[in-house]
């Protein structure tokens, strides 16, 4: 696709595909979640439908998510992006506010994302496939993984999130300039005297300075977990599975390095956006959206 410009009536469909976007609202361990689908027609559950999963701590309109669901549209394919509850009822789709306490694990994810995938099930859909961004591409990973027999045709992972416990308590030593261990042996103690729900605070946590968490969200975010590296989990994933990089991703610039010895062409595939960064803005989203096509033709 030429760089310089997009075609008219690529504008064009992006700008009238929005308007076919409606909200759903399902209920969940006592829960209400929420997304959004953008459906191709009255029948579009005769058609391929992707369930998509953003990143962490986002939404389901933020611009990664919200502009693959057009692109989708214009290529004749409806899609369900989904809002991770982020253990809030009925929330909105927007960033979580850091000031708000933190009571949900990574893990919850991957319940909601079968939640959502049955939920589609139960509206007639059988070609449904699955892509997350991020710290939704490991989730959605993770979940693909466990649930191998769940009935989803494909897996399409861009930029999908990874794990290294001494990396990660390097990173936070570096971001907040504090050592993680304390806080770790803090919530390890409480959950073990049955206490997970118990709020640390003021803590630095995630993305978010002097904020508040349970004993379990911080285990669940920061404890060793081998379901967290996404590298560990492609070969365990029976459909077809494809690996978005983007050459210039700063947040996980060795990405490629660790996907390549998987990526047998086959059963996985990693496609190298060159100069895309974690975020695949404007074209390098159409790129992927091609070729989610082409995945989903063959």
Request: charged letters at 20%; proline letters at 4%; a negative charge.
């Amino acid at each position: 696709m030429n760089r310089l410009h997009v075609p008219l009536f690529l504008l064009f469909l992006s700008i009238t595909s929005s308007l076919q976007a409606e909200p759903i609202k399902i209920s969940h361990q006592g829960l209400t979640l929420n997304a959004e689908l953008a459906k191709v027609g009255d029948d579009w559950t005769r058609g391929p439908v992707v369930l998509m999963t953003h990143g962490t701590l986002a939404h389901s309109g933020m611009e990664i998510m919200k502009g693959l669901q057009d692109m989708l549209v214009s290529r004749d394919i409806s899609s369900l992006a989904i809002n991770l509850s982020l253990g809030l009822d009925n929330r909105d789709s927007a960033m979580y506010e850091c000031a708000t306490p933190h009571n949900h694990t990574h893990a919850d994810a991957v319940g909601e994302i079968g939640a959502w995938l049955e939920w589609l099930q139960s509206q007639g859909a059988e070609q449904i496939a699955l892509l997350g961004h991020s710290r939704g591409g490991n989730q959605t990973a993770w979940f693909a993984a466990e649930r191998p027999a769940a009935g989803f045709t494909h897996v399409f992972l861009v930029a999908p999130g990874g794990w290294d416990t001494e990396h990660e308590a390097e990173h936070y030593q570096e971001r907040y300039g504090k050592d993680l261990q304390p806080v770790m042996k803090q919530a390890q103690d409480l959950v073990a005297a049955g206490k997970g729900d118990q709020l640390i605070q003021p803590l630095d946590f995630i993305y978010c300075e002097q904020t508040a968490a349970s004993a379990s969200a911080i285990l669940g975010y920061y404890g060793a977990a081998q379901l967290r590296n996404s590298a560990e989990l492609l070969p365990k994933i029976k459909a077809p599975v494809v690996v978005f990089v983007g050459s210039e991703d700063k947040v996980l610039a060795d990405l490629a390095e660790k996907m390549e010895p998987l990526a047998d062409g086959d059963q996985i595939q990693m496609e190298i956006l060159e100069g895309a960064d974690h975020f695949f803005r404007d074209l390098y989203s159409e790129d992927i959206a091609d070729m989610i096509a082409e995945s989903l033709e063959q």
